[in-house]
């Protein structure tokens, strides 16, 4: 059916199957994005039906992410086969394939959340003030974007900035895991509790993770040395706990300085 000729309640019923439970600015309601010869799995069922087939349809999106993931080696390949990957409807409702940024040799890899809008409208991870602000604790250790590689857990932008659901992280993260293999960091810096839940597969609080080593197992058999401290949107909110930030990438320059060295 047109996009056009749907019901008001259709139109509700489309952004509830793309995870949208909340409405915010004063911007019209937009009517569903025309996909020409695409089916969307869960577009027209009720919502009880998709609640069902959502669990099938991630479970297979999953798995076609990770059959997808296994005969990629670049990273160069792993962006198109994101940017045409269907299994997730984030991407319906997003302007850009928000990949990765940086440099793909680098020693760091940085790991957000989720594109914001100014990221889904101009493709590249943290160029609002979120990234504003990375950049500038970056620099405070000497590093820039030629040093270090930056992405995210989700590639598209959850609509209306809202928090990535289980299932659109679960659909996106074996993708996630080939671009860490690919970029092979020797140090991960995770920012905020979402990006760190998933990377580390914990519930934790990032309060309680902050300032402490993990590890993450590469498909090589080498470990990266993670770190996970607060996302800077937090900090743009509670300017406060920049402290606690700074002491967290100092413990990150300390130990990239000790083993360079
Ligand atoms: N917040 C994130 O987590 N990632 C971005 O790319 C921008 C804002």
């Not at 809008?117 to 000497?142: N, Q």
């Amino acid at each position: 059916m047109e996009a056009e000729n749907l019901t008001l309640s259709q139109i509700l019923e489309w952004y509830v199957c793309a995870g949208v439970d909340e409405t915010c600015g004063d911007v019209p309601f937009a009517l569903p994005p025309k996909v020409e010869d695409k089916p969307i799995p869960i577009v027209g069922l009720g919502v009880r039906q998709a609640t069902s087939g959502l669990a099938q349809a991630v479970s297979s999106a999953c798995q076609n992410a990770r059959d997808i993931c296994e005969k990629i080696n670049t990273l160069d390949d792993l962006k198109l086969a994101v940017e045409s990957f269907d299994g997730c409807a984030l991407k319906m409702t997003a302007a850009h394939t928000v990949f990765g940024d940086g440099n793909p040799q680098a020693r760091v890899l940085f790991i957000g959340e989720a594109p914001g809008a100014d990221e889904d409208r101009i493709g590249v991870p943290f160029v609002g003030r979120s990234g504003h602000l990375l950049d500038k604790m970056m620099s405070a250790i000497d590093l820039s974007r030629k040093d270090v590689y930056i992405c995210n857990i989700l590639p598209w932008r959850p609509p209306g900035n809202r928090t990535p659901l289980d299932s659109e992280v679960a659909v996106c993260l074996p993708f996630l895991h080939r671009q860490i293999d690919l970029v092979d960091p020797e140090y991960i810096f995770i920012l905020g509790a979402s990006a760190a839940n998933s990377v580390l597969n914990t519930a934790d609080t990032i309060s309680k993770m902050r300032g402490k080593w993990f590890e993450y197992q590469k498909s090589n058999g080498k470990k990266a040395k993670v770190l996970a401290s607060f996302h800077p949107a937090y900090m743009l909110r509670t300017p406060g706990q920049k402290a606690k930030s700074w002491s967290d990438l100092l413990r990150l320059k300390t130990k990239m300085n000790e083993e360079n060295s």
